[in-house]
């Protein structure tokens, strides 16, 4: 039950966290780490090249 319990406070932190804008999501970087295939959005700025 404690895990649960630390699991869903950890959740409701993260989703705090990401609305007021502590933490930043870069969807896709987490897409391409993850290896998921995506289209970038063509709207978005460009990024720098980056080594890997």
């Known amino acids: 039950m404690l895990r649960w319990l630390m699991l869903l406070l950890i959740a409701f932190g993260l ?5 007021s804008g502590w933490v930043e ?5 987490l897409l391409h ?3 998921v ?3 970038p959005d ?4 460009a990024e720098p090249n980056q080594q890997t």
């Open 37 to 39: 295939p995506f289209v």
């Open 25 to 29: 999501l870069h969807w896709n970087r």
């Open 33 to 35: 780490d993850v290896g």
């Open 15 to 19: 989703v705090k966290g990401v609305e």
């Open 42 to 45: 063509p709207d978005a700025p």
